[in-house]
């Protein structure tokens, strides 16, 4: 197959994917039990904003035609007020999803370097204490509580030894002094990107290790591996040129599924940080009931899943010849 | 993901069920197992926690204000340390800690077990069709496999809780259940496949068997011991999903988890001075998960090594 | 001289079961340009042998006893850094499974070409390259086809591709284990053409193996007939096809020279490979074997030498 037909015939399937969920989003929030109207235009309007704001969304039309406003809403990037912040919903959404995007995409980046990175050595090392104690210590941070953890890195190297800020994403003092340039605010937003990140490191790079570990393991047995020996090639052309690429394409694969994994472990870890990213305002939105707010970001998550399953589908199209040629 | 599908199942060996394949193949794994360090420790954990679960009866028997939920030390109102009387302290309203901890294993158990059941025996039933049936069926259930695979799920319960409003146990558990199911429907559709071409189901065919006698008896004894691996995955993601919901306080409020437990540090601000209290939920929650991880991990082992790639994502 | 000596050879697996002895008391020698055929039935030790030439065996494996003579070298004293530098330069080796024998997701030729530039530091990539094309030309694929990933090749271009890697170093010795055996009737013919061809243009030696004696007796000079880990036969080709000793050996060649079915089982009953875990003292084939006698199952059997160049491993002559 070759690439750019895969990787149409992948975003078709994504889209359609999308749909489905938009789709579905739409019953659930009429069938759900209470009135859509309420819950999509605030109480506490005046009648006027109010009746605007149903016109606007379709709400007093049949569902048929409600279902055409929600699209329509849905691709001009209408989705209604928020109720708490009584600004429009995607405002919110827009200033949210950078933050998250970089705190998601280093964290993945991250984890899987070092997890491939670690996994191979460690199958090279099968056996040795140095492959069990890795292994082990994979599994130990793979199956930590992320929320716990995420407090515990606050209370250890935020509030103990305080060389991290406790929470948010950049200091105000920093921000709001206008001699402070571009760099100087970077480094403060580094600053409270590591805890957060180094959170969602720790739970991650652990499962990209163990599965690299095995899937070298698997490759290891492979007869093109004994013909790579056969020639003569030493150990290290032989782990890195002949078995690492193999191995790592199920992982890569794997990183793809468990992307959405990765989402929710974002939200928890915003949640904790106060990062101000969209998983906390997903969060907050349904702890306070503002349904707008909930509903766009929850399409915008799903977006940003979809996305990145994409991503990791070209990479994996380019990695493997088998589908490039 | 679609790609390498098929050349992974290929490899995937299944050795048709003999007269007694349980009880044979239960010996023969075990044999496997016991040699296993990972899995040896795995099952110690899972020992020491059901123990906890079961003294989880025993301290409001003793004293009222051992309850869990609505004990109380009437000579303590706020959060003290670890002591004679609490031995892991109380929480900011004089509970003991100990007795939530114990409770919470409880829960932790019925959520991991029950979800894990619900959505392997889905997860089975639904990829043996999509496997035996092809065309169709295949095509489509294995599309809504994918679509549900990529939404995370912690998220949709939350979503769903806000539509719904508070979540009961069961509720969740049924959730989980029914997000859950994907990965182990693919992996035993794979499954299914080799096995439709094995000569004993052509045999059974021959003899005319119904599809549903053919399904139930010749294909699901041959692709249970799978099952049951993804089970020990699964218990262990519906732990985390349900204690994660209880942390964000979109837990059963009726119930004491582990995951509310620590809800209750982080809201009441005993974050940074009680770490007797913020230390012992996570820890449990931790271990637990880690247990069954590792069991899983040396279950894999036994039934097949080629069968590890897709397992770890949860 | 020989350019290959193996005395006495002996390798075993640790398994779950115990120490699987799979070969057991190997001797055989091989001349500069010879070829020289190992036939038996699965299982019977024949890629054992080849790995151990090789020095890769897996993990498990254990030579327990012999020697490797290999120009005048023991290959089994080299330390791993000098067995290394043998492998491809002087023994190279076509592998059983050879349709997954390159790996996906490298180009053909430039695993060809890595083989050469291991060996050879001195060798420019492109002069690798030019290389890898006229050896294209010898094992008969285009050139053109040089730079296209395996997944492209058919099998029969794949043996070709691999068998071109075989002579890219210009090994003494080459170990083709059952070259044949995933290709269909026609491309099997062209392939064991093209290895009878090269063996002879460039005399190099060559290990056959086979589970087909036919296929031996077209291309090899000498053959070895293996049963259980052992070698019962051995010797010229034309001296073991015009009076196999062995009971085993004639059991192979009445299935291979009658046409008439009921005849084939002549001197062999069915039966499955014996214990090697525990093997009998005596002689291996015992059980299966027509013309056995009661002291067969017993006493160890011994080499009987019918002529310089042709021995067997039988009491029954004795
Ligand atoms: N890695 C291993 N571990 C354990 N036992 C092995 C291993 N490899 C081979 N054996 C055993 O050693 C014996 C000889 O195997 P070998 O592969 O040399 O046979 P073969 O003659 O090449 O057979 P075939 O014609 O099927 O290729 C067999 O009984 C086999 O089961
Ligand atoms: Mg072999």
């Known amino acids: 197959m070759e690439v750019r037909k895969f990787i149409l015939k992948r975003f078709i399937e994504i889209f359609i994917i999308f749909f489905v969920i938009l789709t579905v989003l739409f019953l659930l929030f009429r069938l759900a039990p209470g009135d859509p109207v309420t819950r999509m235009v605030d109480p506490t309007l005046t009648p006027e904003d109010s009746q605007y704001l149903i016109a606007q969304l379709g709400l007093d039309q049949p569902i ?62 099968k056996g040795t204490k140095t492959d069990t104690w890795m292994t082990l210590g994979a599994l130990v941070c793979h199956t930590l509580f992320l929320p716990w953890l995420a407090m515990l890195m606050i209370w250890i190297f935020g509030f103990k030894i305080g060389w991290f800020p406790l929470n948010g994403m950049i200091s105000p003092k920093i921000w709001m002094d206008p001699s402070s340039g571009f760099w100087l605010k970077s480094l403060d937003v580094l600053h409270h990107m590591i805890l957060p990140l180094a959170t969602l490191f720790l739970i991650h790079f652990g499962s990209y290790l163990l599965l690299m570990r095995s899937s070298m393991l698997d490759t290891l047995k492979e007869d093109y591996i004994l013909t790579a020996r056969a020639k003569g090639l030493e150990e290290k052309t032989i782990r890195n040129k002949h078995a690492a690429p193999n191995a790592a394409l199920p992982v890569v694969t794997s990183v793809g599924i468990s992307l959405a994994f990765s989402l929710s472990g974002g939200a928890l870890t915003e949640t904790v940080f106060s990062w101000p990213g969209i998983g906390r305002e997903l969060v907050f939105a349904v702890s306070n009931s503002d349904y707008p707010l909930a509903q766009g970001s929850f399409l915008l998550i799903a977006i940003v899943v979809l996305m990145a399953n994409l991503v990791v589908d070209v990479l994996y199209a380019y990695l493997d010849p088998r589908i490039k040629y | 993901m679609t790609v390498n599908q098929s050349t992974q199942t290929s490899k995937i060996s299944v050795r048709p069920a003999k007269r007694f394949p349980t009880i044979e193949r239960l010996k023969e794994g075990w044999s496997v197992y016991k040699e296993n360090l990972i ?119 939350l979503i769903l809780s806000s539509l719904f409003g508070q979540l009961n146990i069961w509720t969740i558990v049924l959730l989980i259940a029914l997000f859950r199911w994907p990965g182990v429907s693919r992996v035993i559709r794979a499954q299914t496949l080799s096995l439709k071409e094995r000569p004993f189901i052509e045999a059974a065919k021959v003899t005319g068997a119904s599809h549903f006698r053919i399904i139930f008896r010749h294909i699901m004894p041959n692709v249970l011991p799978l099952s049951l691996l993804y089970m020990t995955f699964r218990v262990t993601s519906a732990i985390i999903i349900e204690a994660a919901l209880a942390f964000l306080g979109f837990g059963d409020p009726s119930t004491v988890s582990w995951g509310m437990m620590l809800q209750w540090v982080w809201k009441t601000g005993h974050m940074f001075q009680a770490p007797y209290w913020l230390l012992p939920p996570g820890i449990c929650i931790s271990l637990l998960t880690l247990s069954f991880y590792m069991m899983g991990r040396a279950m894999e082992e036994v039934l097949d090594p080629r069968l590890r790639k897709e397992v770890a994502q949860e | 001289m020989a350019l290959l000596t193996v005395e006495n050879l002996s390798v075993g697996y640790h398994t779950r079961k115990g120490f699987l002895k799979s070969v057991q008391g190997v001797s055989f020698a091989l001349a500069e340009g010879e070829s020289l055929g190992l036939v038996g039935e699965s299982g019977c030790g024949k890629t054992t042998i080849g790995m151990s030439l090789m020095g890769l065996l897996p993990e498990n494996a254990a030579v327990t006893d012999g020697r490797i003579l290999f120009e005048d070298t023991d290959l089994l004293k080299l330390s791993k850094k000098e067995i ?74 794949k043996q070709r591709a691999i068998i071109a890697m075989a002579l890219s170093c210009n090994p003494s010795l080459i170990i083709a284990d059952e070259p044949t055996t995933a290709l269909d009737v026609i491309v099997q013919d062209q392939i064991l053409n093209a290895i009878k061809d090269f063996q002879k243009r460039l005399n190099v030696s060559l290990i056959f193996i086979s589970h087909d004696i036919a296929v031996v007796a077209d291309v090899c000079d000498s053959i070895g007939i293996m049963f259980a880990g052992q070698l019962v036969e051995y010797g010229n080709v034309k001296d073991v096809f015009d009076v196999p000793m062995h009971p085993y050996t004639r059991s192979l060649l009445a299935s291979y020279l009658t046409l008439d079915k009921d005849i084939v089982q002549l001197d062999s009953k069915p039966g499955e490979t014996p214990d090697l875990v525990n093997p009998t003292p005596g002689c291996r084939f015992s059980e299966r074997c027509t013309v056995s006698k009661a002291a067969c199952s017993l006493n160890t059997p011994e080499w009987v030498e019918i002529s310089p160049t042709h021995k067997a491993l039988c009491n029954q002559f004795k």
């Open chain 3, 84 to 157: 290394r530098q043998v492998r491809w330069k002087k023994i190279a080796m076509i592998f059983q499974a050879a349709m997954n024998a390159l790996n996906p997701v490298h180009r053909v030729s430039e695993q060809i070409a890595e083989a050469i530039l291991a060996h050879d530091t001195e060798i420019s990539e492109e002069t690798a390259m030019k290389q890898v094309e006229s050896l294209f030309e010898v094992v008969g694929i285009s050139p053109e086809r040089m730079r296209d990933y395996p997944h492209q090749y058919s099998g029969g271009m």
């Open chain 2, 39 to 157: 899995g040896k420790i795995g099952l110690t954990l899972l020992v020491i926690f059901a123990l906890m679960a079961v003294c989880s009866f025993f301290p409001p028997l003793i004293d009222p204000m051992y309850h869990p939920m609505t004990g109380v030390d009437p000579l303590i109102t706020h959060s003290t340390g670890p002591s004679w009387r609490h031995w892991l302290g109380t929480d900011f309203i004089g509970r003991d800690i100990l007795c939530q901890l114990l409770a919470g294993t409880r829960i932790a158990f019925m959520v991991g077990i029950s979800a894990a059941f619900m959505s392997i025996f889905l997860g089975t039933v639904i990829g043996m069709i999509a496997g035996y049936a092809g065309k169709i069926a295949d095509t489509l259930l294995m599309r809504l496999a994918d679509m549900i695979m990529v939404m995370p799920t912690l998220l949709v319960v």
């Open chain 1, 64 to 125: 048929g035609l409600q279902y055409l406003y929600y699209i329509k809403n849905f691709f001009t990037g209408n989705f209604g007020n928020s109720f708490h912040y009584g600004v429009t919903v995607s405002s919110i959404i827009w200033s949210r999803l950078p933050n998250t995007i970089i705190l998601f995409t280093t964290s993945i980046l991250l984890s899987a370097f070092v997890g491939i990175f670690l996994g191979k050595i460690a199958s090279w090392q």
